[in-house]
């Protein structure tokens, strides 16, 4: 018996911005019908994407769905479980964000999990664009299309809905490689795990990228295209330092333009209404002898610190946090939160992979815990938001590493990201 996926459509009007729903029910006689083999096609606007992976929502194997959406936010609902199977499902958005881990169906039994994708594209206004990278080009994360990955170690999802959600607070967060969406294994970020922990009240729109600066992100038209969707009462993250270091040009320095480029931030995000926090750098897996980590970061973090003072910022200390972290860890121990894996690990990984700048994705939901814990150590009001199973962390007492469960999306990268 073929597995169908039917899909309603609202429209709001002519002139007016198109609002759809789909939902995997064959039983729902007013909506369009969907077989298997019914791909994305841009002129339809939705079906299934990434198609080399085969779409099997009944055999259990991982599938994307896509649907051409304009900019916003987008409440999503899905229907995990299966009549005919036991299922064990991850859910995964655009470049893949973490929006649900883990959810295990018995067979014949229904969850329901709704979150907030955060869609956009390069699009500023009128010819105006965003100065992506050629490596971003590929990114779901900047086209035109909302894309779903139903995953894990036996994906079972009977339903998807998709709505605006135009009545949510929104994070936006600047940064670089140490909070970019990754879009491959087993490269992974802060921010893209973020959005697993907010109920959906809450968006995360992640527009931090790999080698960027605080000067490099605006220069790119990254904070103006944030400007041009962000609403009073929204949050701009702020987080850099580990590539404005590497600047030697004229006038460069901490205390200079870099507490200079900060200082616009805040000034951009107080000017919309938005609230902003910065996030001080994650430490680099930099030991000594004595097996502590040393500041590879120079005065960096200390001129955050005191922009924010002097501004009325509140900071959330990553910095500080991620030292206890890799401490506690170890030096050997701590490789296991970074890319560090031998040759063969991944399919087609050739050569040994070693890297104590950019984290694996167990490193980055621990850190994410660590941005969750600031939140409330701040006493944020969007930490309202943070879902009830998060019940604090502390550095000091990381989640064991051999119990974390991750199960890979299906795309590998051996090219190391952008900035050290």
């Given at each position: 018996m073929n597995h169908i996926l039917t899909a309603s459509l609202a429209w709001l009007s002519a002139m007016s911005l198109m609002a759809q729903s789909f939902t995997f029910d064959g039983a729902d006689k007013s909506a369009i019908r969907i077989g298997p083999s019914d791909t994305y096609d841009a002129t339809r606007g939705y079906g299934y994407d990434m198609t080399s992976l085969a779409p099997a929502p009944v055999s259990g194997k991982p599938f994307f769905f896509s649907v051409a959406v304009p900019d916003g936010n987008y409440r999503v609902t899905?229907?995990?479980?299966?009549?005919?199977?036991?299922?064990?499902?991850?859910?995964?958005?655009?470049?893949?964000?973490?929006?649900?881990?883990?959810?295990?169906?018995?067979?014949?039994?229904?969850?329901?999990v709704t979150f907030v994708v955060n869609k956009r594209n390069t699009i500023i206004g009128g010819t105006e664009r965003v100065k992506i990278k050629d490596r971003e080009r590929t990114k779901l994360n900047w086209d035109d299309k909302l894309t779903i990955e139903i995953g894990g170690e036996a994906p079972a999802c009977g339903a998807i809905k998709i709505e605006p959600a135009d009545d949510v607070t929104t994070l936006w967060l600047c940064g670089n490689s140490t909070v970019v969406d990754q879009d491959y294994e087993p490269w992974a970020?802060?921010?893209?795990?973020?959005?697993?922990?907010?109920?959906?009240?809450?968006?995360?729109?992640?527009?931090?990228?790999?080698?960027?600066?605080?000067?490099?992100?605006?220069?790119?038209?990254?904070?103006?295209?944030?400007?041009s969707l962000a609403k009073s009462g929204d949050y701009l993250f702020v987080e850099f330092g580990h590539n404005d270091q590497k600047q030697k040009t004229p006038g460069s320095g901490a205390y200079y333009?870099?507490?200079?480029?900060?200082?616009?931030?805040?000034?951009?995000?107080?000017?919309?209404?938005?609230?902003?926090?910065?996030?001080?750098?994650?430490?680099?897996?930099?030991f000594d002898s004595s097996g502590h980590i040393t500041e590879s970061h120079g005065d960096y973090p200390d001129a955050m610190r005191w922009v924010a003072m002097r501004e009325g910022v509140k900071v959330i200390e990553v910095h500080?946090?991620?030292?206890?972290?890799?401490?506690?860890?170890?030096?050997?121990?701590?490789?296991?939160?970074?890319?560090?894996?031998?040759?063969?690990?991944?399919?087609?990984?050739?050569?040994?992979?070693?890297?104590?700048?950019?984290?694996?994705?167990?490193?980055?939901?621990?850190?994410?815990?660590?941005?969750?814990?600031?939140?409330?150590?701040?006493?944020?009001p969007v930490a309202s938001h943070i879902k009830p199973e998060f019940t604090g962390f502390d550095p000091s007492r990381p989640d064991p590493v051999d119990t974390f469960r991750w199960y890979d999306s299906p795309f590998f990268e051996a090219l190391k990201p952008d900035g050290n």
């Amino acid at each position: 018996m073929n597995h169908i996926l039917t899909a309603s459509l609202a429209w709001l009007s002519a002139m007016s911005l198109m609002a759809q729903s789909f939902t995997f029910d064959g039983a729902d006689k007013s909506a369009i019908r969907i077989g298997p083999s019914d791909t994305y096609d841009a002129t339809r606007g939705y079906g299934y994407d990434m198609t080399s992976l085969a779409p099997a929502p009944v055999s259990g194997k991982p599938f994307f769905f896509s649907v051409a959406v304009p900019d916003g936010n987008y409440r999503v609902t899905l229907t995990l479980g299966s009549k005919q199977r036991r299922g064990n499902t991850t859910v995964r958005a655009e470049s893949r964000r973490l929006m649900a881990e883990n959810i295990v169906t018995n067979k014949g039994e229904t969850k329901t999990v709704t979150f907030v994708v955060n869609k956009r594209n390069t699009i500023i206004g009128g010819t105006e664009r965003v100065k992506i990278k050629d490596r971003e080009r590929t990114k779901l994360n900047w086209d035109d299309k909302l894309t779903i990955e139903i995953g894990g170690e036996a994906p079972a999802c009977g339903a998807i809905k998709i709505e605006p959600a135009d009545d949510v607070t929104t994070l936006w967060l600047c940064g670089n490689s140490t909070v970019v969406d990754q879009d491959y294994e087993p490269w992974a970020s802060w921010g893209q795990m973020l959005p697993r922990w907010m109920d959906d009240g809450v968006a995360v729109a992640n527009y931090a990228e790999s080698g960027e600066t605080a000067a490099s992100f605006m220069a790119a038209g990254r904070l103006k295209k944030i400007l041009s969707l962000a609403k009073s009462g929204d949050y701009l993250f702020v987080e850099f330092g580990h590539n404005d270091q590497k600047q030697k040009t004229p006038g460069s320095g901490a205390y200079y333009n870099f507490a200079t480029n900060l200082k616009q931030f805040i000034d951009e995000a107080r000017a919309k209404g938005m609230t902003p926090i910065f996030v001080t750098p994650t430490q680099r897996r930099t030991f000594d002898s004595s097996g502590h980590i040393t500041e590879s970061h120079g005065d960096y973090p200390d001129a955050m610190r005191w922009v924010a003072m002097r501004e009325g910022v509140k900071v959330i200390e990553v910095h500080d946090m991620t030292r206890t972290f890799y401490e506690t860890m170890g030096n050997e121990g701590s490789k296991r939160a970074f890319v560090h894996y031998p040759a063969n690990t991944f399919p087609g990984q050739q050569s040994a992979l070693a890297d104590n700048t950019h984290f694996n994705p167990y490193g980055a939901y621990e850190i994410a815990k660590m941005v969750l814990q600031g939140m409330r150590d701040l006493n944020l009001p969007v930490a309202s938001h943070i879902k009830p199973e998060f019940t604090g962390f502390d550095p000091s007492r990381p989640d064991p590493v051999d119990t974390f469960r991750w199960y890979d999306s299906p795309f590998f990268e051996a090219l190391k990201p952008d900035g050290n």
